[in-house]
């Protein structure tokens, strides 16, 4: 497994909104400064948190972002899920569907399911605010 530039990038953004959250809305241009990332991949980003509902969003000239919810009530499973499109140890389809032909005889597949069911146990127990708070062990 590995976790893509886009589900790294989303914990930063989410993590910064926490870190900023005043309860006014936060500029993409705050954002970007200060994480250091493009205005154009940002937007694919925050679009993509504001879809899966993450996010309130609001236009104009004091428009923004900010965490829809408090930072206890985020787990980071819950945002690299949403940002990666699979956070299985390998690239085995039995993982997550059943369509391997060779799955009867994989000796292999349990090994692989059990890492998969603990990396989800643990990011889903990981809060954003663990992480604000350094509680990551």
Known sequence: ?????????ALRVM???????????????????????SMKYL???VSTLNKGGMLISGRGKKGGYRLRRLP?????GSILKLT????????CPEIE????ERAG?????PLWKK????????LDSVTLKDVLEGNVS
Do not use: F
């Open 1 to 9: 497994m590995m976790i893509s530039s886009r589900g790294r990038y």
């Open 97 to 100: 569907d059943s369509s391997c």
């Open 72 to 76: 206890e009530e985020y787990t980071i």
């Open 115 to 122: 890492l998969d069911e603990l990396v989800q146990q643990y």
């Open 43 to 45: 937007e694919l980003i």
């Open 84 to 91: 990666e499109k699979t956070l299985a140890p390998v690239n």
């Open 15 to 37: 993590i910064d909104l926490a870190q900023h959250d005043n309860g006014e809305l936060i500029s993409l241009k705050d954002i970007a400064k200060r994480q250091d990332i």
């Open 105 to 109: 005889e994989c000796i292999t597949l």
